[in-house]
């Protein structure tokens, strides 16, 4: 069982920028991806970007990686998504999330931390 934390979220003016964390605790795999997600009142939770234990790093696309950053610590179980530039349009929950097993399939969610872009 992994159990996973998010913070960092919070108000912020447009502009502004914020580091969130994800930070990972239980039996965590050698072998798995994390993810950020975000989700908006009345919509599907969307993919921001996923970090493998292998190091390698994805985006859902190239207007999302100019203003996102996800990272992960190297001396503890943390994930981290750096967010710059932020508009109002990115008020969302933002979530964590990671996948382990055989095909990815066992499934892990944090409970998502606020994000409010507000003057």
């Known amino acids: 069982q992994v159990h996973l934390v998010e913070s960092g979220g919070g108000l912020v003016q447009p502009g502004g920028s914020l580091r969130l964390s994800c930070a990972a605790s239980?039996?965590?795999?050698?072998?798995?991806?994390v993810g950020w997600y975000r989700q908006t009142p009345g919509k599907q939770r969307d993919l921001i970007a996923t970090a493998f234990s292998g190091g390698s790093t994805n985006y859902r696309n190239n207007s999302i990686k100019t203003r996102f950053t996800i990272s992960r610590a190297s001396d503890k179980p943390t994930v981290y998504l750096q967010i710059k530039d932020l508009q109002p349009e990115d008020t969302a929950v933002y979530y964590c999330h990671l996948q382990t097993g055989s095909g990815y399939a066992v499934v892990y969610w944090g409970q998502g931390t606020q994000v409010t872009v507000s003057s």
């Open positions: 239980g039996s965590i795999p050698n072998i798995y991806v």
